[in-house]
């Protein structure tokens, strides 16, 4: 009797334990399987802020020239071809997951400022462009954008700097390795989808979750082209790491320079040494100075 009156209420605690636990377990993985199904809904944000493309580079007072690409698979990506004066070259920009070109015009305008022609394109399901955004997709994307400033407009690969920024720059390494540009620049992105997954969501298995690669390290390690890479350690999305990661995979020349501010505003904050070390880095690819001297290998803007 004193036996069995004494061992019910040990037994009601560990039940009590054991469907916490339970009830953990279950929600643990539901939200580990809500990100592996739903995942692109993480990678890809069009509508934010918003879908619409609600400015122009009228807007800052540039003369534009819209544009209506055609991918290899049938989809139909809207952009725009910003001339300028006495260009140097010319600038393919792809932008990162968010948002549209329409948020990409003051950045446009520095590169006009540059001496560059820019095409800006939005991808597959942003913006006025047609189709559901894939990671396939946006290579293609990026192919047809290529191929409107090389067949289309006749502009020859030696004048050609590709930039990208964030997820755009995984993308754009991913086309300079198989279409050599004159150069070019990576701008607060990732080594690869799952490294950086593993660093957003730490209590998951990430990198085994993740069904996109955006494998940026592998890339670089096939661009022949001159590399500027441009990271703020004060990016609270992809860590600073993952841009000297980059650095160390490309080839060379390269260089990497560090800029100020957090991941959606250090080209705004760190302005300064943003533009001057494009300009140099366009001056020394571009122009040729320095008798062609390549890049050096340097780790700060200043």
Request: glycine content about 10%.
């Given at each position: 009797m004193?036996?069995?009156?004494?061992?019910?209420?040990?037994?009601?605690?560990?039940r009590g334990i054991a469907a916490v636990l339970g009830i953990g377990v279950l929600?643990?993985?539901a939200a580990a399987l809500w990100l592996y199904a739903f995942q692109a809904r993480l990678v890809y944000l069009p509508e934010l802020p918003s879908r619409q493309v609600q400015a122009t580079p009228a807007d800052v007072g540039l003369a534009f020239e819209p544009v209506a690409l055609a991918t290899g698979d049938g989809e139909t990506l809207a952009g725009w071809f910003v001339p300028a004066p006495q260009a140097r070259g010319?600038?393919?920009?792809?932008?990162?997951?968010?948002?549209?070109?329409?948020?990409?015009?003051?950045?446009?305008?520095?590169?006009?400022?540059?001496g560059l022609n820019t095409l800006i394109v939005d991808y597959r399901g942003y913006g006025a462009s047609s189709g559901e955004p894939s990671e396939a997709g946006t290579?293609?994307?990026?192919?047809?954008?290529?191929?409107?400033?090389?067949?289309?407009?006749?502009?020859?690969?030696?004048?050609?700097?590709?930039?990208?920024?964030?997820?755009?720059?995984?993308?754009?390494?991913?086309?300079?390795?198989?279409?050599?540009?004159?150069?070019?620049v990576v701008y607060a992105s990732f080594t690869s989808a799952p490294e950086l997954a593993r660093s957003l969501y730490p209590m998951f298995p990430a990198a085994w979750l993740?069904?996109?690669?955006?494998?940026?390290?592998?890339?670089?390690?096939?661009?022949?082209?001159?590399?500027?890479?441009?990271?703020?350690?004060?990016?609270?999305?992809?860590p600073f790491s993952h841009g000297e990661a980059l650095f160390a995979a490309a080839r060379g020349p390269k260089k990497l320079v560090e800029l100020r501010g957090g991941h959606l505003d250090?080209?705004?904050?760190?302005?300064?040494?943003?533009?001057?070390?494009i300009g140099a880095f366009l001056q020394r690819v571009l122009d040729g100075a320095d008798g062609g001297a390549q890049v050096s290998t340097a780790r700060r803007g200043g």
């Amino acid at each position: 009797m004193d036996a069995r009156t004494t061992s019910k209420p040990e037994r009601r605690p560990l039940r009590g334990i054991a469907a916490v636990l339970g009830i953990g377990v279950l929600v643990y993985a539901a939200a580990a399987l809500w990100l592996y199904a739903f995942q692109a809904r993480l990678v890809y944000l069009p509508e934010l802020p918003s879908r619409q493309v609600q400015a122009t580079p009228a807007d800052v007072g540039l003369a534009f020239e819209p544009v209506a690409l055609a991918t290899g698979d049938g989809e139909t990506l809207a952009g725009w071809f910003v001339p300028a004066p006495q260009a140097r070259g010319t600038l393919l920009y792809l932008h990162g997951n968010g948002g549209n070109i329409g948020h990409r015009v003051d950045r446009v305008a520095v590169f006009q400022r540059l001496g560059l022609n820019t095409l800006i394109v939005d991808y597959r399901g942003y913006g006025a462009s047609s189709g559901e955004p894939s990671e396939a997709g946006t290579y293609r994307d990026a192919l047809a954008a290529w191929d409107h400033l090389t067949r289309v407009r006749g502009e020859s690969p030696a004048r050609i700097v590709v930039f990208g920024e964030s997820l755009g720059g995984s993308i754009a390494a991913w086309l300079a390795a198989r279409r050599p540009p004159a150069a070019l620049v990576v701008y607060a992105s990732f080594t690869s989808a799952p490294e950086l997954a593993r660093s957003l969501y730490p209590m998951f298995p990430a990198a085994w979750l993740t069904r996109f690669r955006y494998d940026t390290r592998a890339a670089l390690g096939h661009v022949a082209a001159p590399v500027l890479i441009l990271h703020s350690p004060d990016d609270e999305i992809v860590p600073f790491s993952h841009g000297e990661a980059l650095f160390a995979a490309a080839r060379g020349p390269k260089k990497l320079v560090e800029l100020r501010g957090g991941h959606l505003d250090a080209d705004v904050l760190g302005r300064a040494i943003y533009v001057r070390e494009i300009g140099a880095f366009l001056q020394r690819v571009l122009d040729g100075a320095d008798g062609g001297a390549q890049v050096s290998t340097a780790r700060r803007g200043g």
